[in-house]
Every structure is written in structure tokens, then in C-alpha cells.
């Protein structure tokens, strides 16, 4: 029987490879890159000399095992929203529902918009760059596809490891 932690990391890191996986084959069909998660291991390896925004992120000196670092932070990162999820709506990792999962998805949209994209120099919800609107939409598609992948992991999990009734 899984415990409510491994269910979480189970489902959050399902969900992120199906985020990655949504990301691979937009890049295969249309061309767009997904984020380089070594611009997160950047932005997490100045943290600690007290850098949190950037004007250019792509532009700041790197660090050493950045993409390892962001990596790491990105599955982290899903499983911390997966996590949220499963505190906020208890019983959805035993019988999973497709519109909380949807909705979760969405919801961390603000992660990117709020925080990541101005620490990175682009503004917020990405004003600074180019085509706001554009990369607005890219964010909203990942993470749908991240709410989709929610909700197909904790299927699987669900199926895999049925939570057994005490008795």
C-alpha cells in the first residue's frame, strides 16, 4: 500500500513527464522550445548570493550543474503542485477526477507568470517579451497539459496501488 507521499511524488512526478512529454511533441510539430530548465538552475544557483531578478536570465553567468539543478527544481516543482492537490481535495488521489486535476493545472500558471517570469527579466506574465500574448498561451497549453498529466498519474497510481480500506 502506497503512503499519501509516495502516492504525491507518484503522481507529481507522472505528471510533470507527461508535462515534458506535452512539451516534446509541441516542439516536434510546431518548433517551439519548451524552457530550458537550466535557465531555472541558473536562477536558483544565484539565489544564494541574494540574486532574485534578473534583467536576462539566458544573460547571467552560469552556474555550475545548472541543468541538473533546474531539473531537479522542475520534478520537485511538480510534485509540491501534485502535493497541493492532494491536501486541498484529500480523497481525489484514491478516485481522481479529471476537472480538479484541469483546474490545479491551470492554477499554476501564476507560478510562471508571477514569479519565474519577471525573476527572469521577461515581466510579468511575460510584458516584456516579444509577443506577451503568445507566450501568455505557452504557458497556459503547458500547464493544461500538466493538469491532463495530473489526472492520467493519479489514474495510474489509483489503478497500481488502490487505497485499501482499515478494517
Known amino acids: 500500500m ?8 507518484a503522481i ?4 510533470t513527464a507527461v508535462m515534458d512529454l506535452g512539451g516534446e511533441i ?3 510539430t510546431t518548433g517551439v522550445q519548451p524552457l530550458d530548465y537550466r535557465l531555472l538552475g ?20 552560469p552556474v555550475p550543474h545548472e541543468r541538473e539543478i533546474g531539473w531537479a527544481a522542475h520534478y520537485s516543482i511538480g510534485t509540491a503542485f501534485a502535493g497541493l492537490l492532494i491536501a486541498t481535495r484529500p480523497g481525489w488521489a484514491n478516485k481522481p477526477t479529471p476537472l480538479p486535476a484541469l483546474l490545479t493545472g491551470l492554477a499554476t500558471t501564476a507560478a510562471p507568470w508571477f514569479i519565474m517570469q519577471p525573476a ?3 515581466g510579468v506574465a511575460a510584458a516584456k517579451t516579444p509577443k506577451p500574448a503568445v507566450a501568455r498561451w505557452r ?4 500547464h493544461a497539459i500538466y493538469g491532463v498529466g ?9 489503478q497500481v496501488a488502490p487505497k485499501r480500506a482499515k478494517g
Open 2 to 9: 502506497f503512503s499519501t507521499l509516495a502516492r504525491t511524488v
Open 12 to 15: 507529481g512526478v507522472g505528471a
Open 26 to 28: 509541441v516542439r516536434r
Open 42 to 61: 541558473r536562477w536558483l544557483g544565484h539565489l544564494p548570493e541574494g540574486t532574485v531578478r534578473h534583467e536576462s536570465i539566458a544573460k547571467a553567468e
Open 120 to 122: 527572469f527579466g521577461l
Open 139 to 142: 504557458s497556459l497549453r503547458t
Open 150 to 158: 495530473l489526472y492520467l498519474a493519479g489514474s495510474a497510481v489509483a
